[in-house]
């Protein structure tokens, strides 16, 4: 298990690698200079150079590329254009708020699908499973941001019942502790601030949740309509188990290790999928950030981001492999 | 994207497999019917609309859906345009986008798939390094870098989506090629003298062609939402050409005061993709129960 873990884990390094080239050369090959853009129009010669000189974009591509490996190793994808600040600070201060938002999301996804796909898979072509089913195909043909608009315009705008941008109401939360201001508020009791918290996320979350809950439980159902046919289902009946305890201490333990995959190859459609979701509420986090990033041409920042996504999806799916083991004592690596 | 798997009706029992058909029937129609209408109008669109598009009508601008027979049924954007063209002509062009991304997908996820399963070896390790590679990035990303870095337009956005998503393709069909490789008839081809190049196209493509029908299915669905999202975010289509996604980006300061500019667009992307789904559900379960563990999702 380990050495398998270890191979994996030195197998993710090259392909690393020749992401940061790729991400390198793309940004390189992109028309349109960034210190123009930074310094704006009324420049001359002189500063332009000046600039240049400070950011390195003077020096050979491959020297550029080089440096950048370099720094990128120990994390460091040097200084945002545009926040004057370490790119990795301005990742990390916006993290928190997407890593929440992820968090609150597969919450609700999960919650919702686990129990709906068992309840369909359990009883196939019922009208719950039907409508199960329907439901899940409306999941995961609804695009995230439609839905988010959408949301916005009905619970915001008409109903005005919950808050359609930022993460707080101005001067409700506490000082930040871990940056996640939903268990801030909780280690701080401060209940004001947690429900304005939960009020704030509620519909970013739900929006970028539903093509997870769409595909979750589509998952659990035909994992759950497969593991019915098993002889041990038959045994667990045949011994007169009540037809619940069959379903949810025989049946549903072993559907879960589809449900798993899924759920970690949909953390990475997540992560994409908060790009477009932040963008719509205004949300403070690293996808809303990725987008200001890129009208700005801010080369560093960009890179750091492009490479922290990439590098949190591989180590993703490299998790919910060693999740497997645990999950299932029958897989060995 | 990425779903590993889709579900299907499995189950063995002889009640439920008595109603699997005319389920099958139904989402099968459903779905045809849906992806048929869209399709249409995408092809009469220029004949079917109202009105030109791009005409700014500035005295009519904001003007709420007035229902059919109207001259506005759908009523107007911000600069007065009419919307139910606007809507009809960007079926066109999402659907051009979306078709277009499936068959350039297809073509090279199905002939790298083919030449990597066929070939194994140095050739199978290269091609799936790339497919590691590429794979390697979320979804969209990869999307956005592309069209941020190389600029709006269709050929771009073209490639933009077609960087990942002849990457489904190309596994399922190394997979089964690795399959065919040793089956009797190629043999018999190799022994007939037929070239590689002849058993590839002749003998092992055309047995690929029924799983990739479905992979289509499903990647023409997720085109359809992956250029909405990158024409939304501002990165997609040109803001003049009139697409699902160009209409929403352009609603979006108008949220509040005018929903049915949002809606109707929306509403476009949402009917047809799950038309699309339909459609790939049914001929999935039609053609290869067993695609359902490959991949090849949303």
């Given at each position: ?31 349109g ?44 994808f040097?200084r ?38 068992v ?16 439901f ?26 919950l ?26 009791k ?28 589509r ?37 879960l290790?589809?449900v ?74 | ?45 220029p004949g ?8 700014q ?5 904001l ?15 911000n ?8 809507v ?41 390094k ?14 956005i ?28 069909v ?17 022994c007939?003298g ?7 196209t ?97």
């Open positions: 298990m380990a050495s398998y873990l270890v191979r994996r884990l030195a197998g993710t390094v090259p392909v690393l690698l020749l992401i940061s080239l790729l991400v390198f050369l793309l940004i390189h090959a992109a028309p200079d960034p210190t123009l853009l930074l310094l704006g129009e009324e420049t001359n010669a002189a500063q332009v150079e000046l600039a240049k000189q400070r950011w390195g974009l003077n020096q050979p591509l491959y020297i550029q590329y080089l440096k950048f490996l370099q720094s990128a190793a120990v994390g460091d040097g945002s254009f545009k926040y004057t600040e370490p790119v990795m600070r301005v990742i990390m201060s916006r993290l928190p708020a997407t890593i929440e938002l992820a968090v609150v999301a597969i919450i609700i996804a999960t919650v919702l699908a686990i129990p709906l796909g309840w369909a898979g359990s009883r196939p072509n019922s009208w719950i499973d039907n409508l199960g089913t329907t899940g195909l409306f999941g995961i043909s609804m695009p995230s941001f439609w839905l988010a608009i959408m949301l916005i315009l009905l619970l915001a705008g008409i109903l005005n019942i808050p359609t941008s930022g993460r707080s109401t101005y001067g409700v939360a506490g000082p930040a502790q871990t940056g996640f201001y939903i268990l801030d508020s909780i280690l701080q401060n209940w004001r601030a947690l429900w304005d918290g939960l009020t704030h996320i509620f519909l970013p979350a739900l929006a970028l949740g539903v093509n997870m809950l769409g595909i979750l439980m998952v659990t159902r035909s994992a759950i309509l497969e593991v019915m046919n098993e002889d041990y289902v038959q045994t667990a009946r045949a011994k007169g188990l009540q037809e619940k305890k069959v379903v949810w201490r025989h049946v549903t333990r072993n559907a290790i589809p798993i995959t899924v759920v970690g190859l949909e953390l990475g459609t997540l992560l994409s999928g908060s790009i477009i979701v932040e963008t719509v509420f205004s949300w403070p986090g690293s996808g809303s950030l990725l987008i200001t990033a890129l009208n700005a041409r801010d080369y560093p920042l960009v890179t750091g981001l492009v490479m922290t996504y990439t590098a949190a999806f591989v180590s993703i799916n490299l998790i919910i492999d060693g999740l497997y083991a645990v999950v299932d004592p029958r897989i060995r690596y | 994207m990425r779903s590993l798997t889709l579900e299907s009706a499995t189950e063995e029992r002889p009640a439920a497999q008595e109603r699997r058909l005319p389920r099958l029937h139904v989402k099968a129609f459903t779905g045809g019917a849906i992806v048929l209408v869209f399709i249409l109008a995408g092809i009469f669109g079917l609309a109202p009105a030109d598009p791009n005409k009508e500035l005295t009519a601008m003007k709420a859906p007035q229902g059919i027979g109207s001259a506005h049924a759908l009523g107007t954007d600069l007065g345009r009419d919307i139910l063209s606007r009809i002509h960007g079926s066109r062009v999402s659907l051009m986008v979306a078709f277009a991304v499936v068959f350039v997908s297809g073509f090279i996820g199905i002939s790298l798939g083919a030449i990597s399963g066929y070939f194994g070896g140095k050739i199978d390790f290269t091609i799936q790339l497919v590691e590679v590429v794979w390697a990035f979320p979804p969209l990303l990869l999307g870098t592309i069209m941020a870095f190389l600029g709006q337009g269709l050929f771009n956005l073209i490639l933009a989506l077609v960087a990942q998503r002849w990457i489904p393709y190309c596994r399922v190394r997979g089964q090629t690795l399959s065919l490789r040793s089956r009797d008839f190629v043999t018999a081809a190799q007939l037929a070239t590689h190049r002849q058993i590839i002749r003998h092992v493509i055309p047995n690929l062609i029924q799983t990739s029908l479905v992979i289509g299915t499903f990647a023409m669905a997720s085109s359809i939402i992956a250029e909405a999202s990158l024409s939304f975010l501002g990165v997609g289509v040109p803001p003049e050409i009139p697409t699902w996604g160009t209409m929403l980006a352009d609603a979006r300061i108008y949220i509040s005061t005018a929903w049915w500019l949002p809606l109707f667009p929306g509403l476009c992307i949402f009917i047809t993709v799950l038309g699309i789904n339909l459609l790939g559900d049914a001929l999935r379960d039609l053609l290869d129960p067993r695609l359902k563990r490959t991949g090849t999702g949303i």
